[in-house]
């Protein structure tokens, strides 16, 4: 006969945990600081030189603030300290800086872009920082699209930094926030007013949304369509050196996917010997046919112009070669040192187009060695990141997570993309660049550690599992 009992076996019933409102509102900061770095020279087409200035030493300072009111854990002796090197390095460098002012101004954004990266990266778990990232590509991205098209649509043609309109046409179209091309076929630079830097931030919406999908993150259908406003971009941008990019970014991401499948250590050693043959090949393939290669993709075997620029930064470098003249990144066009220096389709230029000619020029020798050290550290924990099985105690077959991939097909993007720009330098892509490898120090498994374990993004899931 069936009778109640008054000392049931489970738990009575309870509402889901939930974020804490002060969470939510944290975490949309966090969107906010990850959407200011990835949107870049677009700061500067609206609010110009002193509005980004206040944006961004804003920020900084309000980061600093919530970090020190919130005091999450941090294991301090885990820091990525080649990167902290290369920033105190470039500090140093103002007692022997060519151009002090420029020096003193380019390393507070530094400075702020460093404290950003690490305090989304100490406040956020890894879940969340790939939702957060995911989001800020969201708005960087539809907003793009919308200027293009109140632009062609409202607009109706080509307009100048801060909303103005050019009277008479304009000398080179390089001036241009945006050239009116989204209907006509042409090259489309969205908020940023550069092409390529549109492309490179598409391309990392393409892989962040993607990894997305692939941990079954909720609305995947959405992230379809994310994906598709992401290639849209990509290939309306058309950057010839961010399709070499994709290119590079697919080909580690398969390397990882097939690295995974190895079941023994011996395993792994065939597919490095292997690896290394198919890219020194590829790459020696890609110098005797760049001619070709740049053909096809619109593009003169010389990149635009860049192996000029190279051989001026470089004959300036070598005159002095191991501290170099002092840091600034970017190059101040308003330092006499650089206003005209060097002339490119009749604006002065304001980078090395090549990141480690550009580290040479300002740091020496020491600046490349520390900033090879930098990435190489990242490359390597990364990568194993990556590869390696999460595991903590005597089980060893629990799953991948998708979210691993991040760090190092970021990686991967940013070394292709310094090969013939200077931007992994400063704004999105150094702030990933220390976030992720600050992260990855602090975090070395995804939720487990005392800075995975507690609250995600998702609605009443905790971080038990990987």
Known sequence: MTSHTQ???????????????????????????????????????????????VAVFGSALLSLVLWIVLRP??????????????????????????????????????????????????????REIVRALASALKWILVLSLVFE??????????????????????EDPIVLWSRDNLFDGG?????????????????????????RFAARAPRRVLLVGWFALALFLFVRAGSATAYLAAAMTAVVLVTVLLMRTTRRP??????????????????????????????????????????????????????????????????VPTEPAFDRWIVDHGQTVMQAHNMWLD??????????????????????RSWFFAIDRPRWD???????????????????QLLVQGLAESTPLLNWGWMLLVLLAFKIKQAPLVGRGPTEQRLVGEQGERLTTP
């Open 266 to 331: 011996g395993e792994r050693t065939r597919f490095y010997v292997l690896y290394a043959v198919v890219a020194i090949g590829g790459l020696a393939g890609l110098w005797y046919a760049r001619d070709a290669i740049f053909a096809i993709l619109g593009r003169s075997s010389d990149l635009t112009g860049r192996e000029s620029i190279w051989a001026a930064v470089a004959a300036r470098a070598s005159e002095r070669p191991l501290w170099g003249w002092g840091f600034s990144s970017p190059w």
């Open 7 to 53: 000392h049931p076996i489970t738990a009575p019933p309870a509402a889901p945990i939930r974020e804490t409102t002060g969470h939510l509102l944290l975490r949309g900061w966090c969107i906010f600081v990850l959407a200011g770095g990835l949107a870049g020279t677009g700061w500067l087409m609206v609010l110009g030189t002193v509005g980004t200035g």
């Open 187 to 211: 090259r489309i630079q969205g908020l940023f007013g550069n092409s390529n830097a549109l492309a490179y931030v598409a391309l990392l919406g393409m892989v962040v949304f993607a990894i």
């Open 359 to 380: 580290v040479f020029l300002q740091l020496g020798a020491i600046g490349v060695a520390v900033m090879a050290l930098t990435y190489l550290a990242f490359i390597w």
């Open 149 to 170: 098209l109140w632009v062609s649509l409202i607009w109706q043609g080509p307009i100048l930094p801060q909303f103005v309109r050019p009277d008479g046409g304009v």
């Open 394 to 412: 005597l089980v060893a077959d629990r799953p991948y997570s998708p979210l691993t991939l991040l760090p190092t097909l970021v990686a991967a």
């Open 73 to 126: 854990p941090v294991q301090w002796r885990r820091l990525p300290w080649f990167a902290v090197g290369y920033v105190v390095l470039a500090t140093l460098s103002l007692s022997w800086s060519h151009w002090l002012g420029a020096s003193a101004l380019t390393l507070a954004v530094l400075v702020s872009t460093t404290v950003l990266g690490f305090f989304v990266a100490a406040v956020l778990t890894w």
